[in-house]
């Protein structure tokens, strides 16, 4: 060390900085963090091991059958031989390319949303939930051009959880916004049926709402209408995450200090436009995280669908383990299903963390 060298040059203690100081303040603080951080080590020894033995180390996933494999590891071979069940269900699998480039529309139609020169972005949004149900419908059901007609039952897999999803998300946030201006409308009639609906849809569990829409919705429709299992559950399944949607945007709308209210009056906007350029662009700033739940509850929820006669991605992999071929290999497949629900719901979860840090929900200072 040079002989002339101050305090303010000598690098600092290897405790305070790096890996080492890391440890101290996350793991090891206090006497108690550090016997809690004793114990998940030594719990994490003894799960963990047996758990990588059982899922990787002596795992199977050679073969065609279940002969193949063994019950001291994981039979990766019912998920190799039945992938394309549990993606696309009953779809037929000729015909599954029309559901690849359907996913292939979704996400190029999507993309423009994320551009930061985009003008209008909420009239092309507005037009993409209005052209995609009806480009979707002709693709994936077809019966024209050629094309292979494939019935709504056949839909199933992941498939049919992204577009029973993708629908209910799509269509929960404006009637959720309705539903919570409604509820809060000086209009007594108005205040009164968006109240009724809210309470009636959130003192129900889903699957009471989806086996009336099953059973009642036909009832609304003149004779000689049909409306399949599939249009009848996302109908079921907007209106009650709708619902959800209203209560959520409602606390965020009480959380704008009323002079946002008198501001927009002084400057002579109408009521629609005080709530669409002012009111609610900030409320729905406030309530991200609570709008993200209820898009991850509602993604969940769609396994519910099962009752109606449709296998989502959990009803394929309950129909996998019920057959014959595959008896005795459920954990495979649940834990397959499992992984696939997780990882939509993760994405969802840090894309809501990206978009609160972007706009900066959390009021820091």
Known sequence: MAPHATAAELPPPRTSVGPLAWLKQNLFATPKDTVLTILVVLFLLWVVPPLLRWAIFDATISGTTRDVCT?????????????????????????????????????????????PWLKQKLLYGAGVLIVMPIVASLILEGGWGGLQQVETNLWGGLFLTLLISFVGIAASLP??????????????????????????VRGVPLIT????????????????????????????????SGAYMAEVIRGGLQAIPKGQYEAANAMGLSYWQSMGLIILPQALRLVIPGIVNTFIGLFKDTSLVLIMGLYDLLG?????????????????TYVAAGFGFWIFCYAMSRYSQRLERKLHTGHKH
């Open 71 to 115: 019950f001291d590891g994981a039979c990766w071979t019912v998920i190799k031989m039945r992938f394309g069940q549990l993606i696309y269900g009953l779809y037929p699998p000729e015909a599954r390319w029309r559901v690849n480039l359907m996913a292939v529309l979704v996400v190029l139609s999507l993309v423009p949303l994320f551009l």
């Open 175 to 200: 009637i959720g916004i309705l539903l919570a201006l409604g509820r809060r409308s000086n209009m007594p009639i108005i205040k009164a049926l968006c109240v009724t609906l809210i309470e009636i």
């Open 209 to 240: 709402v989806l086996f009336m829409a099953s059973v009642m919705l036909p009832l609304f429709f003149p004779p000689g209408w049909s409306i399949d299992k599939l249009t009848r559950a996302l109908i079921g399944v907007s209106i009650f």
């Open 316 to 332: 394929i992999a309950r129909m996998i383990v019920a057959s014959p071929e595959w008896l005795g290999r459920s954990i495979e």
